[in-house]
């Protein structure tokens, strides 16, 4: 463990420890790495402990989210171009994955890759070879692949949005990250370590948190897990007018849209960023809700104002488990 707070991995419950176990050993290995968990859990955290413990953490790290390009561009971007490839390509210009040679590609929201790109890392994965756009000749990298999803990919691959052998393949060794309502004390143990830090920074006195605080941090069901509650306390400590800082209610809307940024106010396409910020709503508000209510749906509906069937769609669209709420 003490190598892994060297990445500032913050966290004492068994769910975590568990995690952080699976990321030492994987950092052991040379094979591609698939980290699931929802937004705020700490994905790239561990994506670059990952690397930085492994054998090639003196080769580069390189990073591109996949969500966040046009997805016909994915694959230019992974494989580069050959010039004359389209019209304005005056010059050849070589994508990331050579970039990454010696070192660690690691793509983000690997569930926004389209069919093509799909084929392409495939190709990769099983023979260090790619071809860049428009070239003739075959190139080789050395590049260990690490992704990241927040999808259900086995439901992707059910419906026939992500390739079977390419999901097989990545999946070898894969890392869930809980989410914080399922690290049991954590929250406590991470929300004081973010105020030592920031008192540790502040020329003021320090601050300590008030005793309802806690009692609070534990029912609420932090939909935008670690970074949720590293923002709140970020806030709150200097929202604070005296030594005590208070946080005993979230602002929904501006929490939500807080957690939702990273992705909507990345990019271009309005209607792929629109459809990811709702769907970032809807999974975290019905995240919240089943914890507030603790998996009850006849409640949950009451609270939402939402008709149970519709609140049942969503956990299906979302591949969220009431029980787990429980
Ligand atoms: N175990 C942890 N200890 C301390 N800080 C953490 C921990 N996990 C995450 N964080 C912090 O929470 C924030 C979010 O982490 P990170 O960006 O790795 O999440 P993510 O899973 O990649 O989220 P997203 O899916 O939204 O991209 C970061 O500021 C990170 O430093
Ligand atoms: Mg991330």
């Excluded at 699976?22 to 040379?30: G, H, N, P």
């Excluded at 050579?98 to 690691?106: K, V």
């Excluded at 089943?290 to 949950?300: C, F, T, Y």
Aim: include cysteine; charge should be neutral; glycine fraction near 8%.
């Amino acid at each position: 463990m003490g190598d892994l707070a060297r990445f500032n991995l913050i966290g004492t419950s068994h769910a975590f420890l568990a995690a952080m176990a699976a990321v030492e050993k994987f950092a052991a290995s040379d094979l591609a790495v698939l980290v699931y968990g929802e937004t705020g859990t700490g994905k790239e955290l561990v994506t670059r402990a990952i690397h930085y413990l492994s054998a090639r953490r003196d080769g580069p790290f390189i990073s591109v989210n996949c969500g966040a390009l046009p997805e016909t561009l994915v694959e230019c971007e992974l494989f580069g171009h050959a010039r004359g490839a389209f019209t304005d390509a005056r010059e050849a210009r070589p994508g990331l994955v050579a970039q990454a040679n010696g070192g660690t590609l690691f793509l983000d929201e690997i569930e926004a890759m389209n069919a093509r790109a799909q084929v392409s890392l495939l190709r990769f994965l099983e023979d260090k070879e790619y071809r860049p756009i428009g070239a003739s000749a075959v190139q080789c990298a050395d590049v260990r692949i690490i992704g990241t999803s927040n999808a259900d990919l086995k439901a992707m691959v059910r419906s026939g949005q992500f390739r079977s052998d390419l999901l097989f393949r990545l999946n070898v060794l894969a890392l869930h990250l809980p989410p914080l309502r399922e690290r049991d004390g954590d929250v406590g143990v991470l929300a004081e370590t973010f105020l030592e830090r920031l008192n540790r920074r502040s020329a003021e006195p320090p601050k300590v948190f008030h005793p309802d605080t806690l009692d609070f941090m534990h029912g609420y069901g932090w939909p935008g897990n670690v970074r949720e509650l590293e923002n709140l306390v970020a806030r709150e400590f200097i929202l604070a007018s005296d030594s005590m800082v208070k946080i005993t209610n979230v602002d929904w809307p501006r929490a939500v849209a807080r957690a939702a940024q990273g992705d909507a106010m990345t990019f271009g396409n309005f209607k792929a960023a629109k459809a990811r910020a709702v769907a970032d709503f809807e999974r975290s508000y019905i995240q919240a809700l089943l914890a507030k209510s603790r998996g009850n749906l006849s409640l949950a509906s009451r609270m939402s104002g939402k008709d149970r069937s519709d609140l049942g769609k969503l956990l299906r669209k979302h591949g969220i488990e009431r029980r787990d709420f429980n």
